[in-house]
Nanobody
Framework: QVQLVESGGGLVQAGGSLRLSCAASGRISSIDAMAWYRQAPGKQREWVAS???????SYLDSVEGRFTISRDNAKNTVYLQMNSLKPEDTAVYLC?????????WGQGTQVTVYS
């Protein structure tokens, strides 16, 4: 059984930074793509960033230049460094990892940005 555990969310003032982590545990031989999504109250889930096993990275336009996604394959972990945070970044952030042909999701971590 594979599980993803996220951490690093919290309350931060606009302009501040947070670093999210998402670690996978269980019987894992390899992980393909890793990604972050977010869901704000009353809104649909939104893709934020992704990184493939080959290191190809993509970002949502509104976070490009402020957020950085990275991965540590030895630790089965994906990170999201979020800088210059804005109130509109407030949401529950969820990670997903594509492991052996299946998508796994974390439970989500709350990020709240106040002005």
């Amino acid at each position: 059984q594979v599980q993803l555990v996220e951490s690093g969310g919290g309350l931060v003032q606009a302009g501040g930074s947070l670093r999210l982590s998402c670690a996978a545990s269980g019987r894992i031989s390899s992980i393909d793509a890793m990604a972050w999504y977010r869901q704000a109250p009353g809104k649909q889930r939104e893709w934020v960033a992704s990184i493939t096993s080959g290191g190809t990275i993509s970002y949502l336009d509104s976070v490009e230049g402020r957020f950085t996604i990275s991965r540590d394959n030895a630790k089965n972990t994906v990170y999201l460094q979020m800088n210059s945070l804005k109130p509109e970044d407030t949401a529950v952030y969820l990670c997903t990892q594509y492991i052996e042909y299946l998508d796994y999701w974390g439970q989500g971590t709350q990020v709240t940005v106040y002005s």
